[in-house]
């Protein structure tokens, strides 16, 4: 880099007003073309943090913030926790039914919705009842029991309470929930 630049002449300045001029003669030792620009700048000092204070408060200016009166959010008391669901979201009668109308997946669904609008008072339960349906699907072809059946709908649907409970959940929160739920009835059964 040293070698790119080269100076002519070296002009020895006395005078006060010539201290303020910048170098001339400057010439480059490779063919390239070069913009020199004749306005001059002054150099800034470069912050990448910006520095702004502020003592204002949000519900000063504007009010509290106001949340929609949505039936989801006050819906549930509690935060549920991990717990044990065998019987307790489908009992025993509950799984008779599903074996016996195993084969009717329009029975089946329409069950859950039923059993889920008595539950949660949620008029949509169409993708729950087919993630139910699924997990039941899966438990019959793999021959599970009917206490396993039950315990494998129930994790379903209270990680479903669950992520009803607080409209600002997060995936991880709600995963961790189901894993935490999943380990509990492995070590516990």
Not at 75 to 92: A, G, R, V
Not at 121 to 150: G, Y
């Amino acid at each position: 880099m040293s070698n790119q630049f080269t100076i002519k002449d070296h002009i020895e300045i006395n005078d006060q007003k010539e201290q303020l001029k910048p170098i001339i003669n400057i010439k480059r030792s490779t063919l390239s073309e070069y913009a020199i620009s004749h306005i001059r700048t002054i150099s800034r000092k470069i912050c990448s943090e910006i520095q702004i204070v502020s003592d204002v408060n949000y519900d000063d200016l504007c009010g509290p913030w106001i949340y929609p009166k949505n039936p989801l959010y006050s819906q549930y008391n509690d935060i549920p926790c991990p717990s044990l669901c065998i019987w307790k979201y489908f009992t025993e009668e509950d799984i008779t039914y599903l074996k016996k109308n195993q084969e009717n997946k329009n029975m089946i669904i329409s069950f859950f919705e039923n059993k889920l609008l008595n539950e949660t008072t949620v008029k949509n339960n169409t993708v729950v009842s087919n993630v139910l349906w699924e997990f039941f699907k899966f438990a019959r072809l793999n021959l599970f029991t009917e206490k396993s059946i039950s315990a494998c709908l129930g994790i379903v649907y209270l990680t479903h309470l669950f992520f009803l409970s607080h409209p600002w959940l997060t995936i991880q929160e709600v995963y961790q929930f189901f894993n935490k739920t999943i380990l509990l009835h492995v070590v516990l059964i």
